[in-house]
Structures are given as structure tokens and as C-alpha cells.
């Protein structure tokens, strides 16, 4: 829900919020210029205005303003007024708009809230700022600050943090920003949905009182146990608990006033009006909850009711769906089909129950349906419901069941119920707003794939594109680009087409991105450049696949990464070091020698172990960086990059799993260590590293491998089994290992899968595609596999055009991206390994072919000496 923000300001593509900098919503302090004495700057998202000479600590007791929509301007007012004669630093941000996206329902919880930030250069001052400013901002409301201790009844906030902007490596490899302990050592500066000061921070005696009356409001008095949190927004949380008096199961919704506004500036707790009324209307339907009980505890509004035993359609959807196993027979085909029509039928007779009593659900999706151990359904949250006599517009939409501006009342309904009949066949409604014409597309081949009858879809084709049958829009033609054909005729019209869409979206004027692409790139500094999400990676790809080379845009990467913004990562994948690679590879040696420079002159061994982001990749980069220069000081750093790695590694509390973020990465370094010194301690990392990924696997019912994240499990190239097993059979190549060999093959079953929600290369068709073809001679797969053949006919499915040319979704499926990771350059770069005549690979993991061998038996090219290397790492 996080992608709903970066779709606010572009129809096709993500774009950051921070965009829109003059807009009509702009405050009158926006454009205001520093007052004399003062510097005005920009960080972020923020307005920043600073005194001259007065120099503030990189941390302490920091107060936040909070504010509504309609008093934000007068707030901001007050606060200005205060600070600038006792010049005082404060930031703020710059419109309305960007307060609504800092409150929106699924905002982050811990940062929400915050419009104006104080920074007091002390303790003493922070009571005075406290005392006089809470006075002159009293009676004025605001949304609670959940990482903050609220001072008095009034917006203002107060925690402990980072003045300045700093860094550290968190305990999950993670680049976040930091604080000094008590030692000065720098740990992460953690913003929490809770108030917590750090142990070592003593609580200034004037904070004392309010936490204490934070601490006496309790739930101890209520009739109610919450037992357990199902679900957590930033308007407030979902609940499962007991009624103390009668034993009965409960469900206690929690609304934060003035917090989780919705675009049309609705908070929670206008929302949980609009279900409490909606409830009061359907009492005594079945497939609705019971409505209980409501009331208020600390100023957040608690709607209590019936507890529905039963599970989400979309779960039972995820778990029965047959086209996620690489074969299904006619008879489960058809027993799927029998369970969708029943569940569409049961899902139409309770809407139409809703509609009876008068009432617009306004919000329905398979999130939103449970199904009862009985089969019977029941529709929940209804905070999107309207009386259906008022044709309002849509408040609320899930991706996927969005219904167009043109529909209100019943209407929103019925075109969600035609996006359900064709979702539980083709879950891929998401595409239909960036092309309607999709819908019959998918429809068609829904009826290909199983036996629906014509007419369900076909009517749900009607109303998707018309207006609840009675008015049909002209449907596009699908234009011969959208099919993307297994064959060389196919592929050379693909590429063509996929590179035009490309470039003909790139953005040379703008500084912080060159090609458009996942909301990654405005998650950090230089977030545009690096390989997964930037630059480097679309320009890597287009020349991997023989698209040609830009100078225009190379000299735009060269530019900017000679100058990167402060905070900028050093990653592989996500930053400075896959940039680097990516200018060597294009022949800008100079240019890579000088960015490397810089990237070791930071404190890189503070990182994670892991290949996006992390020493793996960094270790691998100087690994290549040594090769291509004959440096004895690059293969220095990329030794104690595998010393510091082999540290971590052993650590048993590492999270994850993957090529990406998990072990796998880190055995991928050991694993060219070996090939490059034959030092056997190299491999036997490698073989440890692998191990413990494939701990953290586990095969499903059809044989496949997958990793297993707790609540699902994961094919994928960049977090799943498919990346692990492409460094699995690299490993073969030098030792048999029966364990790696058995988990190759379930690998490829899970890679064999005939539908995968997404199409982009790290989480989604694309990365099937490449780790399938890496088997097999270039421009061969396809012909020799067709399970290749298969994946690369269905990106099809997903394929959509834009400028008239090819060009696919992005992460979530909301807006079209060209990046690597997750857009057009990785289905490129994916297709063309499958087709093209020349090998095409990511970097370190070339095709089999194309890959020295080395076994255990072979001799060293040359001695490496051990104290030298001294790695060690624990299974």
C-alpha cells in the first residue's frame, strides 16, 4: 500500500510526492525567502530553515508539530512566528498535499503525523519552546504522534533523535539513520509506533508528568481482552479478542482521529462512522458481522464486532489456484472452476443482499471476503460504504477492483464483482487502470486456460468496459507488439520495441532519475543511478542484449555518479559499486576507477553480508575490479570483504534467504573466490553459505523449493529459490553434493510454475525466464525448453504499450517502470538470454557455458597465503 502515494502525481509511472513543489496547495512559508540571517534548504521532502551561527548538537529532545488539513496553514503561521524572532531551527513540509500523504491510511506509523519539526539547541530550551509555544498552539488538534509523548492536549510532540543526518548498518544489513550511544558508538535511531526513548537517555524532568498520563490510559477496564493484532494501519489497528462478560469472540476495530485520511481527506474515524452506520442497516444479514458495541478510549474510537471464523478469499485463492504448478490435469482444472463459480455466485447473492438494505459496499475485493468453514461467505469492512441513493463516487479501492470515475452508487459494486469473475481465473485486474482493453484480453485467455463458460466472462468483460452493460466503450486493438513470440522474428521485434518504449521514457533533464522506474529510487539518496532501480541497470541491459548504446544518457550516469548526493549507497545493486561495474562495462574506465575510489574511501565494512547491498557485491565488484587492473590493493579489500562476510554469516540471527539478501549472495563471492585462487577454504564457504539458505527452503505438495518466509512461500530470482539455484549449480560444476543436486531439480519445478503475479526480472516471470536459459547454449532455450517457451509467450499477459510501444508493469502492477529489478529493462534482459545469439547474463553469474570450470583436483594457478585469507564460518 506503500506504492498508493507514488501514483498521486503521473498516470503511467511512479513518481515521487515530493515532485509537485509548486502546486496550489503550497503553503505561504513554502516560497517565503530565509529571513536575513537565516539559510533556507531543501532535504527530502522538508522545507528547512536554519539560523546563521547557531550551532546545534547531532542530537537530542526534538518537538513535532502535528496538523489537520484545515489548520495546518494557521499552525505553520504560529510556529513561524515563534521560531524566526528566537531563531530556532525548524522544517516543515511544504504543502497540503504532501500532509495528506504523510497521513494517509497506510503511511509509515512511525513518522506519521509529523508537519513541523522544532529543534531546540538544549534541554532548558526545549521547556521554554514547550511551555510558550503549547500555549500559544492550544485547542488546536492534530494527529497523534505514536513514535512521540504528547505534551499536554495540544499538536505539540516530543522524542529523542538525530538532529543531523548520519548513518549505520542495522542488525538486518539495512543502511538507516543513526544516533550515538553511550560509548558514541552510532546504532540506528529507531522510529517505532511506540514511544521509547534510548536506555542510555535519561527523561528531562519536564516530560515527566505527560508520560505519566500517557501511562493511565489502560484497557484494564474494559469488558474486553484483546487477545492478538491482526492487522495494523496508520488509522489504527484490527484486533481479535473476548468479551469478559459473556466469553463471546470479538473483533475490536481501532479509528485514530484526525489520522489515515483517505485522498478525499476522510480520517479513520469519519471512516468508522460510515461502517458503524452501514452495520446498523444490515443487522441480521448473515453474510455481514454483527455489529456489538463502540467506544472511545484515549481519544481512539473502537468499534467492537463479531468475531467470523473463517479465511480471506484471497488466501483460500493463493492456496487452491492451480496455474502456479508446472502441470494440473483436466480434472483439477475443472475442480478449481467449480469452487470459483461457486464463490463468485455466493460473493453476487450477498452483494446483492447489501444492495437490498439500500446500502453500497464500495470496497469489495477478495482481502474483503470470508469464507466460512461452511462455504458461506461474509463481506467485512465496510468504511467504504455509502447509501446507494446517493451515486457518490468510490472512497475506497483496493489495486486490482478500482472502479472509474464514471461509476457511483450500485454501479462500484457490480464493476468490482466483474473484476472478481475474471481476477479468480487471471488475477491480473490490476492492469486494467493502465488499460482497459486488458480485460477482454484476459478474459480470453481465462476461457483458454480453464472450463468457465464464455458467458461468465463475457459479461464481466461488458460491464468492466461499459458502464453495468448499457454503454461499451470502443475496445483498442491489441497491437502485434503486445505478443511477445518464443522465436528470433519475435524477439528482434520485442527488443525493438521494448528499447524504443525505453528510451522514449527517459528523462535526461531531471537530476534525480534517468529512467523511470520502482519507488526505490526516491527511497535514498542517488537512488537513480545503481543497477536494480537506476540508470546503470536499463543501460547494462539495453547493451547486454545488442539494443545499442546511448552516450547521451551514459554521460548523464558519468555525471552524476562523479557526484553523488551525501547519503548515496554503496551497494551493488542498489548504489555506487554496481555503477561503477556498469561504467567499466561501457567503457568508461576512468570514470569506474574514480568512482571506486570514492566508494573505498567510505566506511564500506560496516555493511551487511549481503549481494545487493552489502559486502557480497562489493567483494565480488573489487574481485573484478582486481582482475581488470592486476591492483594487489582491490584484491586486498576483497579479501577482507570475504573475511567480514564469513564474520557475519555466522551469526545465526541472519534473516534472510535469497541470491539477493540472503546467503546465497555471499556464496556466490566465495564461490568466484575459489575460481579465481583455487583455494579449496573458498568452496567450502560457499557450500556453508548455501546450506543455510536451503534451511530456510522447504518443498511444497508439488515438489518445488521454495524459501519459506513464515506466511508464504517464494520462487523468485532476487528473495526466493531461483536465485539460490543458480549458484547451486555453479557449485556443481566443482563438487557433487547430493543435498545441492536433489535441490536444483525442485528448484527448476519451482521456476516451472505457469503463472507468477508479476513480470519483472527479480520477483516475477522474467527471473524464470533467466535462470531456465541459463542452462542451455545462446538463443536456445526457447527452442529446447518449453517451459521457457511458455514463460515467455505469457509475459504477454502483462504486456501493455506506451507510445505505441512495448513496455511492462512495475512492482504492485499500478504504473509502468523500465527499470532492472522490476520493469522493461529486466523482461529485456530476461528475453534475451532465452533468444538472443550472444550470451546474455546479470553480472558474476555467467551462463553455464561461458563459465570457467575448476574441481577440487585441479591445481592452484598461484599460492595464496592463508594468514592472508583466515576465513571462517559456522553451518
Keep these: 500500500m506503500r506504492y498508493e502515494a507514488y501514483c498521486l502525481l503521473d498516470p503511467h509511472f511512479y513518481e515521487t510526492p515530493t515532485r509537485a513543489r509548486e502546486q496550489r496547495s503550497d503553503f505561504a512559508q513554502t516560497r517565503r525567502p530565509a529571513p536575513d540571517g537565516w539559510q533556507r534548504s531543501g532535504f527530502g521532502e522538508w522545507v528547512v530553515f536554519s539560523p546563521d551561527g547557531v550551532e546545534l548538537p547531532p542530537q537530542g529532545w526534538k518537538i513535532h508539530v502535528s496538523a489537520c488539513l484545515d489548520n495546518a496553514q494557521d499552525i505553520l503561521t504560529v510556529v513561524w512566528d515563534y521560531c524566526v524572532p528566537r531563531r530556532i531551527a525548524f522544517k516543515f513540509l511544504p504543502s497540503a498535499d504532501h500532509l495528506l500523504v504523510a497521513n ?86 529507531v522510529r517505532g509506533p511506540t514511544f521509547r526513548p534510548p536506555d542510555w537517555v535519561p527523561l528531562p524532568a519536564v516530560l515527566e508528568p505527560h508520560l505519566a498520563a500517557r501511562a493511565g490510559t489502560t484497557v484494564a477496564d474494559l469488558p474486553y481482552r484483546i487477545e492478538g493484532a491482526l492487522h495494523f494501519s496508520n488509522g489504527g489497528g484490527l484486533y481479535h479478542g473476548r468479551d469478559e462478560r459473556t466469553g463471546q469472540r470479538v473483533v475490536l476495530k481501532e479509528a485514530r482521529p484526525y489520522a489515515g485520511l483517505t485522498m478525499d ?30 467506544f472511545v478510549l484515549g481519544g481512539h474510537h473502537f468499534l467492537v464486532e463479531e468475531y467470523v471464523e473463517g479465511r480471506t478469499l484471497s488466501s483460500l485463492f493463493v492456496e487452491r489456484y492451480p496455474l502456479v504448478h508446472p502441470q494440473s490435469d483436466e ?73 472509474p470515475p464514471d461509476r457511483t452508487g450500485t454501479a462500484i459494486d457490480k464493476y468490482a464483482l466483474a473484476c472478481l469473475r475474471i481476477s479468480l481465473f487471471m488475477p491480473l485486474t490490476g492492469l486494467f487502470g493502465l488499460d482497459d482493453g486488458k480485460a477482454r484480453q484476459l478474459a480470453e485467455e481465462a476461457a483458454r486456460s480453464f472450463p468457465v463458460p464464455r ?18 466503450r470502443p475496445q483498442r486493438p491489441r497491437p502485434q507488439e503486445l505478443r511477445v513470440e518464443p522465436d528470433r522474428p519475435g524477439w528482434l521485434r520485442a527488443r525493438a520495441s521494448m528499447t524504443a518504449a525505453i528510451l522514449a521514457a527517459a528523462t535526461p533533464e ?59 549507497l554503496l551497494g551493488f545493486y542498489d548504489g555506487l559499486h554496481g555503477t561503477a561495474y556498469v561504467l567499466e562495462h561501457l567503457g568508461h574506465h576512468d570514470a569506474a576507477m574514480k568512482l571506486l575510489d570514492l566508494c573505498l574511501g567510505e566506511r564500506w565494512q560496516q555493511l551487511g553480508p549481503d549481494l545487493h547491498g552489502g559486502l557480497a557485491g562489493i567483494g565480488l565488484n573489487l574481485q573484478h575490479f ?82 519459506d518466509e513464515g506466511w508464504r512461500t517464494m520462487p523468485y530470482l532476487a528473495d526466493g529459490s531461483a536465485g539460490i539455484g543458480l549458484v547451486l549449480d555453479d557449485f556443481l560444476t566443482h563438487r557433487e553434493d547430493e543435498r545441492f543436486r536433489e535441490a536444483t531439480a525442485a528448484i527448476r519445478t519451482a521456476a516451472s510454475g505457469r503463472f507468477f503475479i508479476q513480470p519483472g526480472l527479480f520477483a516475477g516471470t522474467a527471473g524464470m525466464i533467466l535462470c531456465l536459459s541459463r542452462r542451455h547454449p545462446p538463443g536456445t532455450a526457447a527452442r529446447r525448453d518449453p517451459v521457457v517457451a511458455g514463460h ?71 599460492e595464496v597465503v592463508r594468514e592472508e585469507v583466515n576465513l571462517h564460518v559456522t553451518a
Excluded at 458467458?455 to 461499451?472: K, S
Aim: aromatic letters at 6%.
Design 792 to 862: 515467455v509467450r505469457s509475459l504477454s499477459w502483462h504486456a501493455l504499450t506506451h507510445g505505441g510501444h512495448l513496455i511492462f508493469p512495475g512492482e504492485q502492477l499500478q504504473r509502468l517502470s523500465t527499470d532492472l529489478a522490476t520493469g522493461s529493462a529486466g523482461v529485456l534482459l530476461a528475453v534475451g538470454s532465452a533468444l538472443h545469439d550472444s550470451p546474455v547474463r546479470l553480472p558474476f553469474l555467467a551462463p553455464t557455458g561461458e563459465r570457467g570450470g575448476r574441481t577440487d583436483a585441479d591445481p592452484r594457478p598461484h
Design 510 to 568: 531531471r537530476d534525480d532519475r534517468l529512467f523511470p522506474g520502482d519507488i526505490r529510487q526516491f527511497g535514498a539518496p542517488g537512488g537513480g543511478l545503481g543497477i536494480a532501480y537506476g540508470a546503470a541497470g536499463v543501460l547494462y541491459a539495453l547493451d547486454a542484449v545488442g539494443a545499442g548504446r546511448r552516450t547521451r544518457h551514459e554521460e548523464w550516469l558519468v555525471r552524476r555518479a562523479l557526484d553523488p548526493q551525501r547519503g548515496t
Design 265 to 294: 481527506g476522510a480520517d479513520a474515524v469519519t471512516r468508522q462512522r460510515h461502517e458503524w452506520e452501514a452495520l446498523e442497516r444490515m443487522r441480521g444479514l448473515d453474510c455481514v458481522p454483527a455489529l456489538l458495541d463502540h
Design 626 to 707: 582486481a582482475a581488470v587492473t592486476g591492483e594487489p590493493a582491490l584484491r586486498d579489500a576483497a579479501f577482507e570483504a570475504a573475511r567480514l562476510v564469513a564474520d557475519r554469516l555466522s551469526t545465526p540471527a541472519y534473516p534472510y534467504a535469497g541470491l539477493l539478501h540472503g546467503s546465497t549472495g555471499p556464496a556466490l563471492m566465495f564461490l568466484r573466490l575459489y575460481e579465481s585462487t583455487g583455494e579449496a577454504e573458498f568452496l567450502d564457504l560457499a557450500g556453508t553459505a548455501l546450506r543455510q539458505d536451503l534451511d530456510r527452503c522447504v518443498v511444497r505438495e508439488d515438489g518445488a523449493l521454495e524459501v
Design 455 to 472: 458467458a461468465f466472462l463475457a459479461e464481466a468483460v461488458e460491464v468492466i468496459n461499459g458502464d453495468g452493460g448499457t454503454r461499451t
Design 331 to 403: 480434472a483439477e482444472l475443472a475442480d478449481y472452476t467449480a469452487w470459483a463459480l461457486d464463490m463468485a455466485a455466493r460473493i453476487e447473492h450477498a452483494v446483492a443482499a447489501v444492495h437490498d438494505r439500500g446500502m453500497v459496499v464500495g470496497d469489495l475485493h477478495t482481502d474483503n471476503v470470508l469464507v466460512r468453514p461452511d462455504g458461506r461467505v461474509v463481506l467485512i469492512d465496510f468504511e467504504g460504504a455509502m447509501d446507494a441513493t446517493e451515486h457518490r463516487k468510490q472512497r475506497l479501492a483496493a489495486v486490482g477492483f478500482a472502479a
Design 104 to 189: 494517509a491510511k497506510y503511511a509509515a506509523r512511525g513518522s506519521s503525523g509529523k508537519f513541523v519539526t522544532i529543534y531546540p539547541a538544549d534541554e532548558d530550551r526545549l521547556a521554554v519552546v514547550l511551555d510558550e509555544l503549547g500555549a500559544r498552539l492550544e485547542g488546536r488538534q492534530g494527529p497523534y504522534i505514536l513514535s512521540d509523548l504528547r505534551w499536554g492536549e495540544g499538536p505539540l510532540y516530543v522524542r529523542y533523535g538525530g538532529f543531523a543526518y548520519r548513518t549505520c548498518i542495522s542488525p538486518d544489513g539495512q543502511t538507516v539513520t543513526a544516533i550515538e550511544d553511550a560509548s558514541g558508538r552510532l546504532v540506528p535511531d
